[in-house]
């Protein structure tokens, strides 16, 4: 007979998120209920983050949806980020609106509601996807960059159609374990919690914290500083060009490539900053440190706060966007000078 061992996994929100809840809701302790009204305190939080980064996101969204920017392929791997944000933002309000009732979760639609709603993984699955598809960007602005013409020789519109599902992909199988590892017990949601053996779970936690940070972050690192190297080293070969005609182009193709690399250093740093101290946590809980719950709700809501960041960098950096944002809202930018939208401008 199979060994069913209780494992809580901090590595994201989606994880240990649900083993506190079943010590919170299902004892009469004052000292439980103190920590309940704190757990309602955070559901209120989450939610108004899911309708503040929804609003965002869908201004962001329709923005990079118009006409004119949904032609260019190269734009697509930006509004496919920013669809992923807006979806996660959608399942925070979902999600953590169902847990405000504290139903007693019975039957079939007990367990439904427990695993696709309650354990965030289907907000996770957005949040997983959203760092693939920066990453993705991130490759692409990279070789585009650093080795221009291997690029244009071999960059085809059917690698971006080809990495959109691609991200989606990555954000299910990272999260599809919580529907094996969730259960009902007396009522209450207990998520990624049940796993046949503490090594297993353990496993589990280690590979998403080295598959969801570390590797990202060190793409972003080292992807971003070579960007800028070449970038600063191209700037001088042309500053010292005596054809005025072809300084004036090239500064202008440099600014709106520096445009959309500074947009998604923002993103990268607003990800690693919203990201880090829950590894942190994650990693202390590991190795055997015993931490206040209340710290994890704030490094999870660090987390699902990375959701509102992202579309007011875009808002405020990217060229294009801001402009359409201008326009969706009828402001005039008077003495402001916008980089043309090309090919060049978008990741």
Not at 12 to 26: F, H, K, M, W
Not at 53 to 61: D, H, R
Request: aromatic residues 12%; hydrophobic residues 50%.
């Amino acid at each position: 007979m199979m060994t069913v061992t209780i494992t809580p996994v901090t590595d994201d929100g989606a994880s240990a998120n649900v083993t506190r809840n079943l010590t919170i809701v299902t004892d009469s302790n004052p000292h439980i209920e103190v920590a309940s009204d704190v757990m309602l305190i955070f559901f209120g939080f989450v939610i108004l983050i899911g309708i503040i980064g929804s609003i965002a996101n869908g201004l962001v969204l329709r923005v990079l949806l118009s006409p004119k920017l949904r032609m260019q392929t190269s734009n697509l791997l930006i509004t496919n980020q920013v669809a992923m944000d807006l979806y996660s933002c959608i399942n925070l309000i979902v999600s953590y609106v169902s847990r405000l009732p504290r139903l007693r979760l019975t039957g079939t639609w007990g367990w439904f509601l427990c695993v696709f709603i309650q354990t965030d993984v289907m907000t996770f699955v957005g949040l997983t996807g959203s760092t693939a598809s920066v990453g993705a960007i991130t490759a692409e602005r990279y070789f585009k960059v650093v080795y221009p013409i291997a690029h244009r020789k071999n960059f085809r519109n059917w690698m971006v159609y080809a990495t959109i599902p691609l991200t989606w992909i990555i954000g299910v199988l990272k999260n599809i374990a919580g529907i094996w590892t969730s259960a009902v017990i007396d009522g209450i949601c207990n998520g990624f919690s049940y796993w046949p053996t503490a090594e297993l779970a353990t496993g589990f936690a280690i590979f998403n914290l080295i598959w969801q940070f570390f590797l990202p972050l060190l793409l972003f690192i080292y992807s971003y500083w070579h960007i800028l190297a070449v970038v600063r080293g191209q700037m001088k070969v042309f500053s010292g060009h005596q054809d005025n005609d072809t300084v004036a182009q090239q500064t202008a193709a440099n600014k709106a490539q520096m445009n959309v690399i500074t947009t998604m250093i923002g993103i990268c740093l607003a990800f690693f900053v919203c990201w880090t101290p829950n590894q942190i946590y994650f990693l202390l809980t590991v190795i055997g440190y015993e931490l206040d719950n209340q710290i994890y709700y704030v490094t999870v809501f660090l987390i699902f706060l990375n959701t509102n960041l992202n579309p007011f960098i875009y808002a405020v950096k990217h060229e294009a966007v801001k402009r359409g944002l201008r326009q969706m809202f009828g402001i005039t930018a008077n003495n402001i000078t916008v980089a043309p939208a090309t090919s060049a401008t978008m990741a």
